[in-house]
């Protein structure tokens, strides 16, 4: 970065230039600015420094080249990163020893902690606390599993995946979903996505495609680079309008468990016309089993795939249970489908850690799984009580649906307000969706207002401030 | 499965008949039914039992379904199955406990060792000793990493890969392989299949491509499926013959350290030569630095990528170092193409473990990456000096390239005698694949024969018998 110097005075009430010249890249360059600020003084302790989107939209550069600089500088010890107080100018401008990041005898830069990163409150959905990650349980699954394992799991591996993941899984899935799964007809992966990118990327399955007016934009995006149509079936209370489901459709998407993100299981008699649909011709339903763990007030109902495990692909993942830092999913295919997968996947496994499978076998099988999940559910489940009450005294105009399970709500909102609503959000550092985005462009019905509220990601000392945070900005 | 009878007689020159009828799939019958002939003895102990391909073949029976019902009974143990003996019937014909398989209080179905999925001699080029890997090292990194871990790596991951890991990496590629890496301009993927998928299928990089006229095909059939028209170049003791880059080509895919799978390195000149034909224009070379870390008789040469930074994408992976269990790799990239790979792959990490980036990151930085290169270099040097010199005496007339390095060697043998000498292998159990599936259906130059023997994979105690296995097959 050639000659450029930045007043910051705007942003930060003080003169300030920084010299982006000099060696390296621009995230060096910013980040030896910014030390040389902080360390003559000019950036004083204490002072806030700009949201890092600010800055890099000030300075022209990509937003995690600032967010890394900002994080490098937190990990030396200069500035200071805390939710609810942005990143200011450490106290005492010496670097200090930051544990780990600059531990004697570790060679190198340290590595940003990347707290500079986040919104003040992240109520985005879809996302565990990262902070309740069973560290330990899962390190002493990782010991007995890689210490155990046979020599042959260190060599290529099979593209079905590990036999111990395949076994164990089928065993947990039948017991806690009522899924019928032949560890032979279970594929592993690195998440729904990559089933997804398996079955249609792959030419498995081919559209056109039935899915769920509301779902997640991702997914839509997914399917059309792969050249897949879609046609958005109607959403009500009972889920997805099955009865809309035609003869036109070579396969359909669905969230039985939950429908996403509007909220409730799909009725009993759609899920009995979903499997006939299926059934009555060469038709296959992907249930996406995506949070079909957690359910609080009622008891869980098992998949759809149950019914027609001949014409249903069962896919879950470990994203929403366990962690989206574990890249680990599954499949469990109709017999007829397997070989087709596994060709779509290659002769070894490309993807998924094999060390992960492993260890996530053990985990299940040790009862480790059933015990974090048992243990999410309680906590989940306070929190999702904790924002109804808050609701019902502070903004008892605006309904909340789907709340008897998973790890978020939809605020219904009244029409016109969520745009506001979500400014003002964004206003308050609060990271979360509008209903809109969810919608289908083509859903068959009006767009609606709403807010798709995640509560499961702050941790549980953040929790109370991000729930006051989102009351605020709810309109009146 | 119905009412299905099989006759081994033929096989293990008994008459013995198998009931593949009952509950449960095709694996479930066919384990059921050897499990009561062993039980009630119609198997004797020490029968050995026809190779599972073969069974396949007769019971119409998918390979994997056969190869899993073995391995189910040999963790069971039913069976035994040793390298060089085959599958047999247990001595004592009792269930014993196979350690974590069957352990008491471990629910479901014992995942199988799959023992019996593997040939005689494993001697297939690019894949390490898996019985090296360093499990207790390993162990170690991950406990500290995942518990020093901030909470937000267990949340929606950064496509980069973690910043740990890139900082390692940048250290150590610059400080082993002359790499000249910024942590910003590295991202990680799952492997070097990966790394060109991102390239060419996420339309970072176009054709066409120019590439050594020979090479893995598996590369070769990933950037067909891509839509890359690939250009093979000749090759020859120097490397590729750099000087038949023609203008026409956006891109270069290259073995500098070690020309795949013949042999050497790339002569001093013609690095150059493809550095400027890289930097004339804008276009690209895609540095494939699959096994840099092996080199026997010289110093280690640079990677190219040291030469033209802006103008090279260094892509390695750990699954020749360490293991293609562990689905790590990355790419070192120009800073003009980082945000392209980043768009391709997408806004959150869907393939690489993030706690496997976090083991690996803290295995480079204390030095136990180091140390188990350093122990698998002696180690394989010592095969390969076994290997030339059991060669120099037993088959003088078979000329062996591309020794100086890597985990394979090329056996140059008499114009015409390949198909024999694979098919000899073929019958003696030994896994290893033939020069010609190498080649380029387009190169610039006639067929050869020749061998491609992996000398890694085997562990220490198989190796001599591996190697006296090849040296038998070798035209006299």
Same mark, same amino acid.
């Given at each position: ?53 600010? !800055? *890099?939209?000030? =300075?022209?550069?990509? +937003?995690?080249?600032? &967010? @890394?600089?900002? /994080?490098?500088? #937190?990990?030396? $010890? ?90 164990? !899984? *089928?065993?947990? =899935?039948?017991?806690? +979903?009522?899924?019928? &799964? @032949?560890?032979? /007809?279970?594929? #592993?992966?690195? $998440? ?285």
């Amino acid at each position: 970065m050639s000659e450029t110097w930045v007043n910051l005075a705007e942003r930060i009430g003080a003169d300030l230039h920084l010299d982006l010249t000099g060696p390296g890249g621009r995230r060096a360059a910013l980040t030896r600015a910014l030390r040389a600020a902080v360390r003559s003084g000019r950036l004083a302790p204490g002072t806030r420094l700009p949201p890092y989107r600010s !800055l *890099a939209a000030d =300075l022209g550069l990509a +937003r995690n080249t600032v &967010a @890394d600089a900002y /994080a490098e500088l #937190v990990a030396e $010890g200069w500035l200071t990163a805390r939710q609810g107080s942005g990143t200011r100018v450490a106290p005492r401008a010496e670097p200090s020893a930051p544990g780990r990041a600059s531990a004697p005898g570790r060679a190198g830069a340290s590595p940003p902690a990347r707290g500079a990163d986040r919104p003040v409150h992240d109520l985005r959905q879809g996302q565990p606390d990262p902070s309740s990650f069973p560290r330990s349980a899962w390190l002493a699954s990782a010991r007995r599993a890689v210490t155990a394992a046979p020599n042959d799991a260190f060599g290529p591996g099979d593209p079905r995946g590990r036999p111990e993941l395949r076994h164990a !899984l *089928a065993e947990y =899935l039948a017991r806690t +979903r009522g899924v019928r &799964a @032949d560890p032979e /007809a279970i594929v #592993v992966c690195s $998440g729904f996505a990559h089933a997804l990118r398996l079955l249609f990327g792959g030419g498995v399955l081919r559209g056109p495609l039935a899915v769920e007016g509301y779902g997640l934009p991702f997914h839509r995006e997914l399917l059309a680079q792969a050249g897949v149509r879609t046609r958005p079936l109607g959403v009500d209370a009972d889920g997805a309008r099955i009865g809309e489901l035609s003869a036109r459709e070579r396969a359909a998407l669905l969230t039985p468990a939950h429908q996403f993100p509007t909220g409730g299981p799909l009725s009993a008699q759609r899920r009995t016309a979903a499997a006939g649909w299926a059934c009555s011709a060469d038709r296959i339903v992907i249930e996406d089993d995506y949070d079909g763990e957690f359910r609080y007030d009622r008891r869980p109902i098992g998949a759809l795939q149950g019914l027609a495990p001949d014409r249903v692909v069962y896919a879950g993942s470990v994203s929403k249970s366990l962690s989206p830092a574990v890249r680990l999913g599954w499949m469990v295919l109709p017999g007829h489908l397997v070989d087709a997968v596994l060709a779509a996947k290659g002769e070894r496994e490309a993807w998924a850690g094999v060390l992960d499978q492993l260890t996530l076998a053990d985990f299940l099988r040790c009862g480790s799984y059933d015990r974090h999940v048992r243990r999410m559910r309680q906590r989940y489940r306070a929190r999702r009580d904790r924002f109804v009450t808050a609701l019902a005294e502070h903004a008892p105009h605006v309904h909340a649906t789907g709340i008897a399970a998973g790890l978020h709500a939809v605020l219904r909102l009244p029409p016109g307000t969520e745009p506001a609503a979500l400014d003002a959000a964004a206003r308050a550092g609060i990271a979360l969706d509008g209903l809109s985005a969810f919608r289908h462009p083509e859903a068959p019905f009006p767009p609606e207002d709403g807010l798709v509220v995640g509560y499961a990601t702050p941790p549980d000392h953040a929790f109370g401030a991000a729930l006051d945070a989102v009351l605020r900005v709810l309109p009146r």
